[in-house]
C-alpha cells in the first residue's frame, strides 16, 4: 500500500462528517490531523456542492462556548524533577486496502510510553470506554508524569476525544480520565493540544467551518469550555500555556508567533486579547512553540533552527541547530520538558533530542509492541 493511500484513507476518515455537504472554502489551507507532514504534504479538495450549503455562506455547526467562567489555569504548576525519564508517543489507526479494494480497513494501535533514554517499549497506555485508538496528538504536563493524549472513536462517525493519564515512578499508566465536554464542539479537526502546567486545563486548536481558526481551553474536571476565534487565519498550532496560567502562546498561520491573554479574553469569544509576539521573516514554517519555565521567553523553531525569543519583545537568540534526515517535514513539531533543557521531536520511528544549553542530538528507535514500523510515525511528547 502506497503511503499516499494511506495518507488519503485517513483525511477521509477525519473529514467523514464534514464532506456530507459541510464543505470548508478554506480547506485547500487546512492541513490535516492525520497527515505525517501537515504543512507540506496533505490538503483536503472540497466536496462537491450540496442542498445543504448550495445558497449563502457556510456556518460552523456550534455556537463559541463560554460555559466557563474561568479560562486560566492558575493553581500550583505540577513540578519539574529533572531531565525526562519517559515520553508518550501516539499514532493514528493503521491503513491498509485488501487486495485491489478503494475501501480502507482501519486498525486500532495504543499510545505507549517510552523510556526517554533509549526509546523502548515500557507499556501501552489504556484508552477510556468508546474510545478505539489513539490519535497523532498527546501533551505533556512539567512533571513528565501527567499527560493528554488525544483518542480516535471509530470509523463510520469518527470523532477526536481528549483523555488524561498519570504514569507511575516505573513509568507504568494508571486508568485513563476520560474529558467530556459538556458543549457541542466539531472535532473532526483538530490541529493541537496543551495540557496547562497545573494540569486542570486543556487547550486544543480547530479550524472554523466557513473559514478561521478557533483555539478552546477546557476544564479536564468540569468539562465546560471557552473559545476564542480569529477570522484572519484557518490554521492555528504550537499551543503552549504560560507557566503561571494566565496566557496560551500559539503559531498563526505557521508564519507569526502570538500571545492569548486568558484574562482578558471575556466573554466576547472575538474579543482583542491576542498580540503577536514574533512575525517570520525567512522562507522557513513555524508549528511549535513552548515557554521557558520562567516564562520569561518562547521556543520556537524557524525550520529546523531552534531559537528562543523574550515574550516581551526583542531579538531572536539561536539555541540548536539539529540537522535532520532526509524526508523530514520542513517545520518541526516538538515538545519541551519542564526544566526548559530537553527538546524532543520524532521522525520515522525515531525519538530525537536536543540539548538547549549545548545544542547536542541524539536520537534513539521508537518501539512499540503493535505493529512496529507500521503506519505514520507516532508523534511524541514529555
Request: a neutral charge; hydrophobic letters at 40%; proline letters at 10%.
Amino acid at each position: 500500500m502506497s503511503s499516499s493511500r494511506t495518507a488519503a484513507a485517513l483525511a477521509g476518515l477525519a473529514l467523514a462528517v464534514l464532506v456530507a455537504g459541510c464543505a470548508d472554502p478554506a480547506a485547500d489551507r487546512v492541513s490535516l490531523i492525520s497527515a505525517p507532514q501537515p504543512l507540506t504534504s496533505l490538503t483536503m479538495v472540497p466536496s462537491s456542492p450540496s442542498p445543504r450549503v448550495s445558497s449563502g455562506p457556510v456556518q460552523h455547526p456550534f455556537p463559541m462556548a463560554t460555559s466557563l467562567a474561568e479560562p486560566m489555569a492558575t493553581g500550583a504548576p505540577l513540578t519539574a524533577t529533572g531531565p525526562p525519564r519517559f515520553f508518550v508517543s501516539a499514532r493514528t489507526p493503521l491503513t491498509y486496502f485488501p487486495g485491489r479494494s478503494k475501501t480502507a480497513v482501519f486498525t486500532p494501535v495504543p499510545p505507549a510510553v517510552h523510556n526517554a533514554e533509549t526509546g523502548s517499549f515500557i507499556a501501552n497506555i489504556p484508552l477510556p470506554p468508546g474510545v478505539e485508538s489513539s490519535w497523532h496528538l498527546v501533551a505533556a504536563a512539567r512533571d513528565n508524569r501527567t499527560f493528554a493524549v488525544a483518542g480516535w472513536t471509530e470509523p463510520k462517525k469518527p470523532r477526536i476525544c481528549f483523555f488524561l493519564v498519570r504514569l507511575g515512578e516505573d513509568g507504568r499508566p494508571g486508568k485513563p480520565v476520560a474529558v467530556t465536554q459538556t458543549d457541542p464542539d466539531d472535532l473532526t479537526f483538530v490541529y493541537d493540544l496543551a495540557l496547562s502546567a497545573d494540569g486542570t486545563r486543556l487547550a486544543y486548536s480547530t479550524p472554523l467551518i466557513g473559514g478561521g481558526a478557533k483555539i478552546s481551553v477546557l476544564d479536564v474536571a468540569t468539562g465546560r469550555r471557552r473559545d476564542w476565534k480569529t477570522m484572519a487565519h484557518s490554521v492555528v498550532t504550537g499551543l503552549s500555556w504560560a507557566p503561571d496560567g494566565r496566557s496560551l502562546a500559539y503559531v498563526l498561520g505557521v508564519r507569526a508567533i502570538a500571545l492569548l491573554d486568558l484574562a482578558r479574553l471575556g466573554a466576547d469569544p472575538e474579543s482583542a486579547a491576542s498580540r503577536i509576539i514574533k512575525n517570520t521573516t525567512g522562507a522557513m514554517p513555524i508549528e511549535s512553540v513552548a515557554h521557558t519555565p520562567d516564562g520569561s521567553a518562547l521556543i520556537y523553531a524557524s525550520g529546523h533552527v531552534v531559537e528562543r525569543v523574550p515574550v516581551a519583545g526583542g531579538p531572536a537568540q539561536v539555541l540548536a541547530r539539529p540537522e535532520l534526515p532526509p524526508g523530514a517535514s520542513l517545520s518541526l513539531r516538538f515538545s519541551v520538558d519542564g526544566t526548559g533543557e530537553h527538546l524532543l521531536y520524532a521522525h520515522d520511528w525515531r525519538a530525537y533530542r536536543v540539548g538547549l544549553t549545548d545544542g547536542a542530538a541524539t536520537s534513539v528507535p521508537i518501539t512499540v509492541d503493535r505493529r512496529p514500523g507500521e503506519g505514520d510515525s507516532p508523534r511524541a511528547a514529555w
